[in-house]
């Protein structure tokens, strides 16, 4: 399988992916389960990439992918400079350890500074 479904149908997990990522790249770290980290992961690091190179196509899609436009222009201008020197891998996925109600895997999802 090429993802994950997380229990979802398409338009009901486009939206979840959508407000994760908004609020990840509004606080730079995100609590949630493991396997909604690791989706989220590699969507992060494409949008990264595109900020760096920082075009107007580039603000557009992004904008597309986001729901705030004062998130975009933070990952344009901020988030894009942080990670200029790098060559990918700008999200590391922490492990917590299982929640309390239902044992779901929990991690932190955050930038590499």
């Known amino acids: 399988m090429a993802y994950r479904k997380l229990g979802r149908n398409s338009s009901a997990r486009k939206a979840l992916f959508k407000s994760i990522l ?15 980290a690791k989706e989220i992961s590699g969507l992060a690091e494409k949008l990264i990439t595109l900020a760096k190179r920082g075009d107007l196509a580039a ?4 904008i597309a992918q986001l729901a705030d436009e004062d998130v975009v222009r ?15 891998g700008y999200t590391r996925i922490l492990k917590l350890g299982p929640r309390r109600g ?4 929990m991690v932190i999802l955050e930038l590499v500074k």
């Open 22 to 36: 908004t609020s990840f790249f509004k606080h730079e770290r995100i609590e949630t389960t493991e396997a909604k």
């Open 59 to 62: 603000r557009r899609q992004a």
């Open 74 to 88: 933070k990952l344009f201008s901020e988030i894009a400079d942080k990670c200029k020197d790098r060559q990918g």
């Open 102 to 105: 239902d044992a779901a895997p």
